[in-house]
C-alpha cells in the first residue's frame, strides 16, 4: 500500500505548485553552479595504486627518508652537439641545480654533473638529466611547477631545457583532459538536442531531457567539489560523471515524457496523466536509477582512489539525475500539457502532419519481435556465438600501469619521456627500489646486493655496499666504509633489464620478495617498490576483491530484478545477459587499444597492455547501463503480462513500446561517450569509446535480438516463481500498475476501450516519439 502511495504524495508535492518547484530548481542550479565552479583545478591524475599495499608504504617512508630515490621531476639539457662535460655546461647545470634548491618543497636534487651516475647521461653523450622529487600532493606539486617552469624552460646559455617526469605527466594530463572535457560538451549537447528534436518530432519536448541533464551534471560537479575536501578525486571522474549525467538524465527523461504523451493521446486529462506517468513511469526511473548506483557502489569494495572517486562521482550523478528527472518534468510537464507536443520540427523535413503515420509507429519493433521469437533457437545461438567471438581478443590481455604514454605524442613532458626511453640506459622512476628497514652490516647488504644481482632480468645493484653485476661487486661504495658498520635503514636500487612496468620486471619484483636477506632472526624488514611492484600490488588487490564485488553485484541484481518482475528465473537471464553484452567492449579494448589496431585513426600510442584498474570501472559502469535498459523493457512487458496473461504479447509489447526508447536512448549516450573518447588521452578514449560500443551492443542486439528470442524459449516458465516468493512479490515487490486502488484516471469520451499502441493513431497525438528510431 505505501509503495503505491509514495509516487502519490510525491506528484501531488510536486505538482502542488508547479512554478515554484521550477524555480527552486533554478535557484538550486545557481547555487550548485557556484560551488562546483573551478572543481577541475582541485582534481587528481592519480590514484591508480593500492595505497594499503606494501609498495605505497615504502614509497611514503622513502619519499621521508631518501628523497633522492623518488624522483618526480626531471630537466633535460640537450647540449646541441658540445656533449655534457663541453665548455659552460656544467655552470648552466649548478645555475639550475641552485634554483631548485632555493625551493623548499623540491628535494633530493641529483644530476649527471654532481654524481657523474652513467644512467643521467645519455649514449650519445649529448644528453643530461637533473632529477629531484617535488612534495606534497598533486595540488601541491603542480603549484610548484607553475611557480618554477618560466625560469627552467627552454634556453639557459649553452642548453635547452625541457622538463619531464612523473609531475609533468600528470599536470599535463590534467590540462589536456579539462581542455577536452570542455570540447566534448560543445560537441555533444547540440548533437544531443538535433537527436531529441529527432526522437521527439517536438522541440519543447526535446527541451525537457537536455535541461535534466545540465541539471544533474551541473549538480554532479558540486557534489565533486565537495568530494574533494576530504578525499583525492580523479580528473577521470568528471569525464565520468558528464557522461553518465547527461546520458542518464537523458534516459530518465525520455521515459517519463514518453510515458506522458501516450496518457495524453489516451485523452487523459494533463494532471492526471502527470500523476500516472509518476506512478508508472518514474517509479521505474526509480528502480533504475538504484539498479545503476548499486552497479556503481562495488567499486567502493577496491583500494584504489581512482575506482573509488568515480563511485562517489558516479552515484552523485545517478542520484541527481533520477532526482532532477522527478523534479522538473512533473512539473513542467504538468505546466506545459499539451504544448509538449509544440514546435513540431519534423515539417520542416516530412510534410505531413505529425500525426498522420502514428498508426505505423510501432509496427516495425512489433514485426521484428515476431519474427525474433519465430525463430528463437537461430537468434538466440546465433547471437550468443556473435557475442563471445568478439570478445575472445580479451583472452589475451595483459594488464599494466599508465604513464606518460597515455598523452599525445606532442605532449611536453611526453616528448621528454620519449626521449629519456630512447637514448638512455634507464629511467630515474623505473628502477625497482628495494628499501631495508631495520640493523644491517655493510657485509650482510653487500651479501644480500650479490644475490640480487644474480636473479635474472637484473643489469645491476646499487647500495651502501657498493654496485653489483652478476654477483659481483664492479663499484665501490661512495664513501669507504667499515664492513662491520651497521645502519638502522639502508636502499638498494634494482635496475631492471627491461622496460619498467613489463612482465619480466613484475616477475623480478616478485623474485626479489622471495629472496631472503639472511638467515638471521635479527634481519631487516624488507619493503619493495617503484612501477612495476605497485603493478604487481595493485593487480593483487583487484584479483583478491574482485570476486567479492562480482557476487555482491549478481546477489543485488538477482534480488532488485526479482522484485520487478516477480520471477525467479528473469533475474538470472539478466545477470547472464548483461554479461554478455559487455564481451564486444572487452574484445574492443583489447584488439585496438593493447594491439594497437586503428591507433593511427583514434591517435594513440599502444603500449601492449590495458590499465588494470579501467577493465572493473567499465564493468560495473556498463554493467548498470546494461540494467538500467533491462529495467526499462522488463517493466513494460511485466505490465503487459499482468493485464493479459499472454506471454509471447508482453514479450512483444515491451519490445515494441520500448525498442525504439531503448535504441534512442543508447544512440544518445554513445554519442556523449564518442564526444568523450574524441579526447587527446588514452585513458579517455578507451573510457568513452568502450562504453559507447557495449550500450549500443546492449541495446541493438541483446535487448532486441537475445531477450525476446530467450524469453520464448523459456515460455510461461519465465514468470515462474514458488509459493512463498510469489507472496513476498506481492508485499514488497515493484508493480507496474498503472490504476492503484480506488483511483481511476480521467480520460475524454471515447477513449476508454482504446488500447496504448492504438491511441495515438486513434487521436491523432503526434506521439510517435522514439519508436521511429529504429522502426
Known amino acids: 500500500m505505501s509503495a503505491d502511495r509514495a509516487p502519490g504524495r510525491w506528484t501531488r508535492a510536486v505538482t502542488a505548485r508547479p512554478r515554484l518547484s521550477l524555480l527552486i530548481v533554478l535557484l538550486f542550479t545557481v547555487l550548485v553552479v557556484i560551488a562546483g565552479s573551478g572543481v577541475t583545478e582541485r582534481l587528481s591524475s592519480g590514484g591508480w595504486e593500492d595505497p594499503n599495499s606494501e609498495s605505497a608504504h615504502a614509497t611514503e617512508t622513502l619519499e621521508r627518508e631518501f628523497p633522492a630515490s623518488q624522483p618526480n621531476l626531471v630537466l633535460l639539457l640537450d647540449t646541441g652537439g ?27 636534487i641529483n644530476s649527471y654533473w654532481t654524481s657523474k651516475s652513467p644512467a643521467l647521461r645519455s649514449d650519445g653523450g649529448q644528453k643530461g638529466m637533473i632529477t629531484a622529487h617535488v612534495e606534497g600532493d598533486d595540488k601541491e606539486a603542480f603549484e610548484v611547477l607553475d611557480r618554477i617552469e618560466p625560469q627552467l624552460r627552454g634556453r639557459q646559455g649553452p642548453v635547452d631545457v625541457s622538463i619531464g617526469g612523473p609531475v609533468a605527466v600528470r599536470y599535463e594530463m590534467q590540462e589536456i583532459v579539462r581542455d577536452d572535457l570542455l570540447k566534448a560538451e560543445l560537441i555533444a549537447f547540440p548533437i544531443t538536442l538535433i537527436l531529441l528534436i529527432m526522437v521527439f518530432g517536438s522541440a519543447i519536448a526535446a527541451l525537457l531531457p537536455l535541461a535534466v541533464g545540465v541539471v544533474a551534471v551541473l549538480g554532479t560537479n558540486a557534489a565533486l567539489s565537495g568530494i574533494t575536501a576530504f578525499t583525492d578525486v580523479s580528473v577521470f571522474a568528471q569525464n565520468l560523471t558528464t557522461a553518465l549525467g547527461l546520458g542518464l538524465a537523458i534516459d530518465y527523461a525520455l521515459f517519463i515524457v514518453r510515458r506522458f504523451r501516450e496518457e495524453l493521446a489516451l485523452g487523459t486529462d494533463p494532471r492526471a496523466a502527470v500523476a500516472v506517468t509518476v506512478r508508472t513511469a518514474g517509479r521505474t526511473v526509480l528502480f533504475s536509477a538504484l539498479t545503476v548506483a548499486v552497479s556503481l557502489f562495488g567499486l567502493l569494495l577496491f583500494p584504489h582512489g581512482f575506482l573509488r572517486s568515480c563511485a562517489y562521482a558516479g552515484i552523485a550523478v545517478v542520484v541527481l539525475a533520477a532526482l532532477a528527472a522527478m523534479v522538473i518534468l512533473p512539473a513542467a510537464l504538468l505546466l506545459l500539457g499539451h504544448r509538449v507536443n509544440s514546435l513540431d520540427m519534423r515539417r520542416l523535413w516530412n510534410r505531413k502532419p505529425a500525426g498522420t503515420a502514428t498508426a505505423e509507429k510501432s509496427t516495425g519493433w512489433a514485426r521484428m519481435a515476431r519474427l525474433v521469437m519465430r525463430r528463437a533457437p537461430l537468434f538466440a545461438v546465433g547471437t550468443t556465438v556473435f557475442l563471445v567471438l568478439l570478445g575472445t581478443p580479451f583472452l589475451n590481455v595483459n594488464f599494466g600501469t599508465t604513464d606518460d604514454r597515455q598523452l599525445p605524442t606532442s605532449a611536453a613532458s611526453r616528448v621528454v619521456q620519449d626521449e629519456i626511453r630512447r637514448e638512455f640506459t634507464s629511467s630515474p622512476s623505473g ?5 631495508a628497514d631495520g640493523t644491517s652490516t655493510v657485509r650482510d647488504l653487500g651479501t644480500y646486493s650479490s644475490e640480487l644481482s644474480r636473479l635474472p632480468d637484473v643489469v645491476q645493484v646499487d647500495g651502501p655496499a657498493g654496485q653489483y653485476k652478476a654477483g659481483e661487486r664492479v663499484g665501490e661504495p661512495a664513501a669507504a666504509l667499515d664492513e662491520n658498520a651497521s645502519s638502522p635503514r639502508a636502499l638498494i636500487s634494482v635496475v631492471p633489464a627491461s622496460e619498467p612496468v613489463d612482465a619480466a620486471s613484475q616477475d623480478l619484483v616478485r623474485d626479489i620478495r622471495d629472496t631472503p636477506f639472511s638467515d638471521s632472526a635479527e634481519a631487516p624488514e624488507i619493503s619493495v617498490t617503484g612501477p612495476a611492484a605497485s603493478l604487481v600490488d595493485s593487480k593483487d588487490a583487484i584479483a583478491e576483491r574482485m570476486p567479492w564485488a562480482l557476487a555482491l553485484l549478481v546477489v543485488i541484481t538477482l534480488v532488485l530484478i526479482f522484485l520487478l518482475t516477480g520471477s525467479v528465473l528473469i533475474p538470472i537471464q539478466a545477470v547472464i545477459l548483461n554479461a554478455l553484452s559487455l564481451t564486444a567492449m572487452y574484445g574492443a579494448l583489447v584488439w585496438v587499444f593493447q594491439e594497437g589496431h586503428l591507433s593511427d585513426l583514434l591517435g594513440f600510442t599502444a603500449t601492449g597492455d590495458i590499465e588494470t584498474t579501467l577493465p572493473v570501472l567499465l564493468f560495473c559502469v556498463a554493467f548498470g547501463l546494461s540494467m538500467d535498459y533491462g529495467v526499462f523493457l522488463l517493466s513494460r512487458m511485466k505490465e503487459e503480462y499482468d493485464k493479459t496473461g499472454d506471454h509471447r504479447e ?54 532486441s535480438l537475445l531477450v525476446p528470442s530467450i524469453m520464448c524459449l523459456t515460455g510461461r516458465a519465465t514468470w515462474w516463481a514458488p509459493a512463498p516468493l510469489r507472496r513476498f512479490h506481492d508485499r514488497f515487490g515493484l508493480r507496474e500498475s498503472d490504476e492503484p486502488m480506488g483511483e481511476t484516471r480521467e480520460v475524454s469520451p471515447g477513449a476508454e476501450n482504446a488500447r496504448p499502441s492504438e491511441a495515438p493513431g486513434e487521436q491523432g497525438e503526434p506521439v510517435t516519439t522514439t519508436d521511429r528510431v529504429g522502426s
Request: hydrophobic share 55%; no cysteine; charged share 15%.
Open 431 to 435: 628502477l625497482v627500489l628495494v628499501y
Open 82 to 108: 658540445a656533449g655534457v662535460d663541453g665548455t659552460g655546461v656544467a655552470a648552466a647545470a649548478e645555475d639550475l641545480t641552485k634554483k631548485l634548491g632555493e625551493e623548499s618543497e623540491i628535494t633530493g
Open 650 to 703: 508482453a514479450v512483444v509489447f515491451g519490445l515494441q513500446r520500448t525498442g525504439g526508447l531503448i535504441t534512442a536512448a543508447a544512440i544518445i549516450l554513445s554519442v556523449v561517450m564518442i564526444a568523450i573518447g574524441s579526447g587527446r588521452v588514452a585513458g579517455s578514449k578507451m573510457l568513452g569509446l568502450g562504453i559507447a560500443l557495449s550500450v549500443l551492443m546492449d541495446a541493438m542486439v541483446v535487448r
